[in-house]
């Protein structure tokens, strides 16, 4: 009788331990680097401590806004040792600077500095005084030395703010992952990682912000392009200069800035949406792509195994186009509902 009511007793606990450990949609929020960050996620318990607790360690890398970060040290040419982040994340751009040719690279702090878009106050910009800072500029001016970061010239300072993001979003959902999490959606500032359903048991749709302003030159929230949905994990990132510029002299300034002529791109491209396996990585294909311009961008594209694009760029006459690739089409419901509505 004691071994019935001993079998009885365990299974009864474990009845209650599995109701208790039933999963829901969870969602953390809050803010990082400046912005805001948006995660939702299956899982059997809430995680915000471990999210909050590890966005902070990952401020400790890589903010340069932050005086007591990794970054911010080395910008001061203080002796400190890097992390595992700080090295995956220089990694990751000095790979992205090579295929690119340079119009990708961290090392253009300064000159975003000069212009009046990073961590620093902007001085009066002038040819002479670009050509002076471009002397410190260039991807190839650093480099890493065990647990240390070499420069061939103190002044080389570095703005991680265009992988960075997208890096934090793969952080965090590697720590979901660690938790058991299948199905996630981490956004920070725009950028996204992602894995599995959404609540609806579909997959998760990111929408991509139309680059419109209104009559004062503030984007317009809610003018959607199109939709992505991805039908398998990764990242999604976008680059636009429709937000973050400003107007001198009666001249449109964007705050991304061509490392190899030390001035702001101006290209056609007005935002670059790129999907990638990892955010990282999408992320820092997205600037550089602003930076190359239509068709310097697809080129590239053709030759980098594992992106897709979207891309909306102002035509000759000033119109608004699209363009992306063709594997870019699989994610694009929108689409390809149109696509058979045209050819049913």
Known sequence: MRTIFFFFGLLTAILLVGCGQ???????????????????????????SLI????????????????QSIIAQVNRNEPVAIDSWFRTVFLKAYEVS????????????????????????????????????????????????????????????????????????DVIAQLLERQGVENYMVEIGGEVTLRGVNPSGQ??????????????????????EEIVQLNRSGGIATSGDYRNFYVRDGKRYAHTIDPLTGYPAGQD?????????????????????????????????SKIKGIEYFLIYSDKEGNRRVAYSEGMSRFLPNRQALSILENP
């Open 22 to 48: 039933e999963k829901r949609y969870y969602e953390s929020t809050g803010e990082i680097f400046h912005t805001r960050y948006s995660i939702k996620y299956e899982a059997a318990e809430a995680y915000d």
């Open 52 to 67: 909050v607790a590890e966005l902070a360690r990952f401020d400790l890398s890589l903010n340069p806004f932050n005086p």
């Open 98 to 169: 090579e295929a690119t040719g340079g119009a990708y690279d961290i090392t253009c702090a300064p000159l975003v500095n000069l212009w009046g878009f990073g961590f620093s106050r902007m001085d009066s910009v002038t040819p002479a005084l670009i050509d002076s800072v471009r002397t410190f500029v260039g991807y190839r001016k650093v480099r890493l030395e065990g647990d240390r970061v070499v420069k061939s010239d103190p002044r080389v300072m570095l703005d991680c703010a265009s992988i960075a993001k997208g890096y934090a979003c």
């Open 203 to 224: 997959g998760w749709r990111v929408g991509i912000q139309r680059p419109e302003t209104d009559s004062i030159g503030v984007a317009r929230e809610n003018a959607i």
């Open 269 to 301: 491209i007005l935002s670059a949406t790129i999907v990638a396996d990892d955010c990282m990585t999408a992320d820092a294909y997205a600037t550089a792509f602003m930076v190359l311009g239509l068709d310097r961008a697809k080129r590239l594209a």
